[in-house]
């Protein structure tokens, strides 16, 4: 791979043709119509956030390098941005005017209102450029390796540079989109943001049953993403049907894999949700993520609750109660081991050697209390919770 180093373009030779969508959130093109600013392998625009985007105007105007910016020369007088696009789309959106910065009194300034000699500074900042001239395959290992200024690059991101083509293309233009209409909708379920590639991740791994690399690789040039978005529709629509309600611990679970365990069951929403209200407003539940699977599986893995267990002080004071009662009737602090005839019968077991159990189990009401807390010898406690 060759690289030239150019330090003679400034940001006004960048925003001459500065081209920003807003509705698909990124900078297309600049350095009239000479650069592309998102070829289709790069990530979406994520410093409009009010900080790293006014960040970088604010290093414009002090004089602060933007840092290296590399350019992959795809013909004569053609170039992509290979890294810096994120510095480029931040500078460009200001320049045509799409946000203002505040000055020290917190007043707002768009590009427009600037001083001139602010204005002047920012559009004759000269930036550092690498030219890259290689293959396709050269220029995607490289970049796979540099680490992008600010935010590197997650998985997904970089799995859509490495396997960049139509596929990708069309499945970020469904999944990377925030302002496709069901992304709120898909929120409710998905944990992340749909720009950083997470709605992607999560659809990929739903289809390919958490082999995304593989099924990218093999799906690489189709012109249609539809197993794709069918599959995600599908376990969407399953997951809606089957609970009425939408709760914050629904989000991020793995409802793919659920749906494929589970999806072939019928379940009554009507009574699904009572029990997942029911469940929610219990205090005994630890882990309000592990309801869902409870229910679909039919209310036998009390595990995937994680029931609240009692605490050191109740197990401390049920001890010493159970254990001076036991030496007074001269059998066993252990109640079960009492019942019976071994050489256990009579035996004092120390607080390290029990542990604490549920005299009613949660599952039928009983509480995780002193009231309902008895202490037993390790063995019988674990031929207990096996029942
Ligand atoms: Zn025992």
């Given at each position: 791979m060759e690289t030239n180093l150019r330090i003679d373009i400034t940001v006004e030779d960048i925003c001459k043709g500065f081209v920003y969508n807003e509705y698909e959130g990124k900078g297309l093109f600049g350095?009239?119509?000479?650069?592309?600013?998102?070829?289709?392998?790069?990530?979406?625009?994520?410093?409009?956030?009010?900080?790293?985007?006014?960040?970088?105007?604010?290093?414009?105007?002090?004089?602060?390098?933007?840092?290296?910016?590399?350019?992959?020369?795809?013909a004569e007088d053609k170039y992509e941005v290979l890294d810096g696009q994120q510095r480029i789309t931040s500078f460009g959106r200001f320049v045509t005017g799409k946000f203002a910065i505040k000055d020290a009194n917190g007043i707002p300034h768009y590009f427009s209102g600037l001083a001139e000699d602010q204005k002047e500074k920012i559009m004759k900042s000269k930036l550092t450029i690498y030219e890259c001239e290689g293959t396709e395959t050269e220029i995607k290992e490289w970049f796979k390796t540099i680490n992008i200024a600010g935010v590197p690059l997650n998985d997904q991101e970089l799995?859509?540079?490495?396997?960049?083509?139509?596929?990708?293309?069309?499945?970020?233009?469904?999944?990377?989109?925030?302002?496709?209409?069901?992304?709120q909708k898909w929120s409710a379920y998905i944990a992340g943001s749909p720009l950083r590639q997470e709605f992607l991740k999560t659809a990929l791994d739903w289809v390919s049953k958490g082999n995304i690399d593989a099924y990218m690789s093999r799906h690489r040039y189709d012109?249609?993403?539809?197993?794709?978005?069918?599959?995600?529709?599908?376990?969407?629509?399953?997951?809606?049907?089957?609970?009425?309600?939408?709760?914050?611990?629904?989000?991020?679970?793995?409802?793919?894999?659920?749906?494929?365990?589970y999806h072939r069951n019928a379940y009554n929403p009507q009574e699904v949700s009572k029990k997942v209200q029911a469940l929610l407003s219990d205090y005994y539940v630890n882990d309000k993520k592990g309801i869902y699977e409870y229910i679909l599986g039919g209310c036998v893995d009390h595990k995937l609750l994680n029931i609240r267990v009692f605490n050191e002080p109740t197990k401390k004071s049920v001890y010493t109660k159970q254990t001076a009662e036991a030496k007074l009737k001269g059998h066993s602090n252990c109640p079960l081991c009492a019942l019976g005839s071994d050489n256990n019968k009579t035996r004092i077991w120390k607080q390290t050697e029990m542990d604490a159990d549920h005299v009613t189990a949660w599952s039928n009401g009983g509480a995780t209390d002193v009231s309902n807390c008895q202490m037993l010898c390790k063995t019988h406690n674990r031929a207990k919770g096996n029942r």
């Open positions: 350095l009239s119509g000479k650069l592309t600013i998102q070829p289709e392998y790069q990530r979406n625009y994520i410093y409009a956030d009010g900080k790293k985007d006014v960040a970088v105007v604010d290093s414009l105007l002090k004089g602060y390098p933007l840092g290296l910016i590399y350019f992959t020369k795809v799995s859509n540079a490495i396997h960049s083509g139509p596929f990708v293309t069309l499945a970020k233009e469904e999944f990377s989109n925030s302002q496709n209409a069901n992304v012109t249609n993403i539809t197993e794709l978005k069918s599959y995600f529709n599908s376990v969407i629509d399953w997951i809606s049907s089957v609970f009425d309600d939408v709760d914050s611990s629904m989000r991020g679970l793995d409802w793919g894999r659920l749906y494929e365990k």
